[in-house]
């Protein structure tokens, strides 16, 4: 683990990170229901992920973001303002509704074809390599995406040219509505890592220090040259695959609501509050404040991005993502 402890503003950003993402996927979850998005799959109760992996980036770091949440939890993290990701879920930014890119922040987004970003990260790596200016790449994608050849091609490549790059597995145990479990002869994807000599580490993916600390760890490892590493961020999906999608509507059976229920239980959210309740840091006026800051946030967010024209022109666009 990272030797590097945070210091308590530090973990009030994280705790802040946590609940403004939270907020934001709520939002574009009603925005469903308002007819003023098209698509979403919500990363609610996967929030930690993000946060912890992101949140304390380095500028010149790349990240990829993965399809879950469509990387909002990560552009939030990272710094990227919410009326973006907001207007470009309304179909007003020139990307067109989602899968967001922020090439000035090293947010490169998220391929449309599933399995195909570990192989686009890795060319990154290795142009930060060249450049050799300590630049890491972090690769975020699902755990369905192990089982793709670009997983295994990016990974070989990786570890024989010791890349500056982090592959994170968020692992909400369900590939869309197929278990994990039924598809996968082991209980740790992390292991993958062995066949290719490089670190694989597992980590409690609704603890964001846990989170944060792994990754330090491996981001560290990766500026001083020592190569890639392997995190499998064990995690949960709250809400359905995407929003409007039935439960039932599947081959397999429906997740038991039990499950469901425990999971909720381990909110990430709520985790990190408790424990900073108890370690002094975060006190009943602490959380109505930034409750209400994030949710002051979002709705000034919305109006903005409601009324925003449609942005055909990148230039216009750079500058409504820098505009104060």
Known sequence: ???????????????????????????????????????????QGQEAVAVGACSFLRGG???????????IGKALARGVPARIPLADHYCKTFI????????????????????????IATGTAIAAELRGKGQVTLCFQGDGTTGRGTFHEAMLMAANWKLPI????????????????EIFPMENLADLALGYHIPGKVVDGQDVIAVYKTFQTAIERARAGEGPSLIECKTYRIRNHHEGDPEDLKLTKPRPQEEIDAWKKRDPIKLFQERLIKEGILTQYEIDRIDREATEEMQEAD??????????????????????
């Open 61 to 71: 770091d790349y990240i990829f973001t993965g399809h879950r949440g469509h990387g």
């Open 166 to 181: 982090v592959f994170a597995i968020e692992n909400n145990q369900y590939m869309i509505h197929t278990p994990t479990s």
């Open 96 to 119: 067109q509704f989602f899968h967001l890119c922020y090439p000035e922040l090293g947010i490169l987004g998220h391929s449309a074809v599933l399995g195909a970003d570990f192989v």
């Open 303 to 324: 109006r903005l991005a409601t009324k925003d024209p449609l942005f055909n022109d990148p230039s216009v666009f750079q500058k409504a993502l820098y505009a104060d």
């Open 1 to 43: 683990m990272s030797t590097h402890p945070l210091t308590k503003e530090q973990k009030l950003k994280l705790y802040a990170n946590l609940v403004r993402v939270r907020k934001l996927d709520e939002l574009l979850v009603k925005g469903i229901t308002k007819g003023k998005v098209i698509a979403f799959h919500s990363q």
